[in-house]
């Protein structure tokens, strides 16, 4: 037992030398975490254009209202931002009537835009996509968005960071021509749907024979039979494919979490041929179209209950300030139904149904653009134009916020942003939810476990003590978390000082992504009045064999102060085994 014990301490010893010594390969710092969003003020991004969509610039804080939920808000900060430059910084300049013998004020910096270009693999076809590839490729070459400011995510069942902030056009290239290898699983998608369209075209077929609809009397309605054994085709359908537009759901809420923190404007890039907010409802037209005055199967509404999920994640990427493009990647294309025909196809059936098809499959695309702020782009085959575009308007915008009458509620809030002069129209995002701090501590983490984006103001450092045998294959490790003393408030509490402290730990396994969120709050005595002293507490957490990426955030919940740092951990089996 002893020689176990002194090889696992030996073991990992590397491992507490650097944890002690603080953080690991941390990214540039222009890539450092950092809590961009004052919990104070609300931002609003605004693009203004005419009605031939041209963009207007020159406005001013004066030409805007907000309203959130109805209410009127005031502006506090207003900026029009040109490339990078706040062109006007501050409501009093904005609003002031300008001088013709006044200086022209220098503009100011502004934090960059980012660019996160999303494949949702689960919905996507090879063919439509691997243009729009080439598409991407040929921007991001003529760098009209800077290399190390892409993201690129690829989703299936998984989620995968195959470039991330910092890299260079190089690891670009190399990641679009490695997703252009794959195989994307959106061709199954519409040949489910063809499918169920011709076994409720041989429903019809078998209830009309079945029921004598040659006219005889008290020949049963062929709609008593057809309508339900169809309508339980589409609750298949629907069933399947609410699973699968869940998975996207869940993984898109993921990636806005972790971009809570990269600063600026996250314009995002949401690749897919498909997105439905009701799956089945098209096919449900099949059915209405052969018998139009019988109720509905009540399971074709499994997808209404997509729709809550599409207004969580709308108003979550709000609160982190990303808004989403919708590129279609299929382009234009043909008759759905007359490729989906088969034999002798019930003509009643398939009035509408083309476009009932092409709504649905568009609608979720349409929802995520117009409630993030963004733009749905549809029946296009080549995309130079519309990439260019979105380029242009990444930098060129009108920045505005506002104080909410409420803080971390946890609650939906709609916004509003009109232009005084009604000619012009405004496009921004349509809510948001508001967050507590654990709330945005747990999002910071989720961006530092995937994208290794820190921020650590409180000189916050990590150790580790004896590995234990968690069992099932695991280990537990007891992470020890130091702040210096200095840099968290003690307070009187009876005859001592105390501080209050919460400590998160986010782990992600690189293998599977998988990984654990631990979350706990303590209270720590000062014991000495030296400066230098450093204070902690210890946390446990278990994980199983494997290249673990583990980060941990610390704040002091009475200055609301915190800290990211993140750290890199192997381990090779059981607790006997070591680490390296």
Known sequence: MKQRRAARSLAFAALLSALAGGIAAQPPEAYRFGEVVDVQLVNVEAWVTDRKGNPITGLSAADFEVFEDGKPVEISYFAEIDGERQVLGSVERARATPSPEAEPSEPLPVDPSHLVVYFDQLHLKPTGRNRLIGDLRDFLAAEKVPAERVLILNQDQGLRTEVTFGSSWEEIDAALERIAKTAPAGGRVEMEKRLAIQRMQAIWRACKERGGAGGRTGAADPCDCFVPAAGKEVELFARESRERISVTMDHLASAASFLTGVPGVKTFLYLSDSLERSPGTDLQTFIDGICPVRTRSPGFLLADQLGGAFRELTRHANANRVTIYSLQAAGLQGSFVGTAAQGTVEERGTRGLDTALRFNERDGLLNLAAETGGRAIFNRNDFDVELTNIALEMGSYYSLAYEPLHGGDELGHQIEVRVKDRKLEVRHRKGYRDKNPDARMTERLEGAVYLGLVDNPMGLRLGAGDLRDGGKGRVTIPLHIMVPAASIAFLPEGESLA????????????????????????????????????????????????????????RDDATRESSIVTTTLELRGAAGEGTG
């Open 499 to 554: 501080a209050h402290i919460s400590v998160q730990i986010g782990t992600r396994n690189t293998k599977n992504d998988k990984g654990v969120f631990e979350q706990s709050a303590f209270r720590i005595r000062r014991a000495t009045d030296d400066e230098t002293e450093m204070v902690g507490v210890v946390m446990e957490v278990s994980l199983p064999a494997g290249v673990h990426l583990i980060a941990v955030g610390l």
